[in-house]
Nanobody
Framework: QVQLVESGGGLVQPGGSLRLSCAASGSIFSIDAMGWYRQAPGKERELVATITSGGNTNYADSVKGRFVISRDNGKNTVYLQMGSLKPDDTAVYYC???????????????WGQGTQVTVSS
């Protein structure tokens, strides 16, 4: 089994910044894509940003130019640097990883428990 542990959420004023981190641990042979998703109250979970093992990134239009995703493959960790935060960014942010636990094992999706980000004055 693989565990994803997020950290870095909290309360920030509009225009402020936060950095989220997510570390994967457990039975890991390989990790392909990692990413961040978010879910606001009353809304469905949505993609924020993803990054492949080779460093290719993809962002939701709503966060382009404000958020930056990065990863440290040696530490099995993904980061989300969030800037120019808006009240609409308020949500629970979930970490995701596409993981393989053994050489011939299947790929599967692993999720973190989520970290709350609140943007408010």
């Amino acid at each position: 089994q693989v565990q994803l542990v997020e950290s870095g959420g909290g309360l920030v004023q509009p225009g402020g910044s936060l950095r989220l981190s997510c570390a994967a641990s457990g039975s890991i042979f390989s990790i392909d894509a990692m990413g961040w998703y978010r879910q606001a109250p009353g809304k469905e979970r949505e993609l924020v940003a993803t990054i492949t093992s080779g460093g290719n990134t993809n962002y939701a239009d709503s966060v382009k130019g404000r958020f930056v995703i990065s990863r440290d493959n040696g530490k099995n960790t993904v980061y989300l640097q969030m800037g120019s935060l808006k009240p609409d960014d308020t949500a629970v942010y979930y970490c995701h990883a596409r993981v393989q636990s053994s050489w011939f094992g299947p790929w599967y999706d692993s999720w973190g428990q989520g970290t709350q980000v609140t943007v408010s004055s």
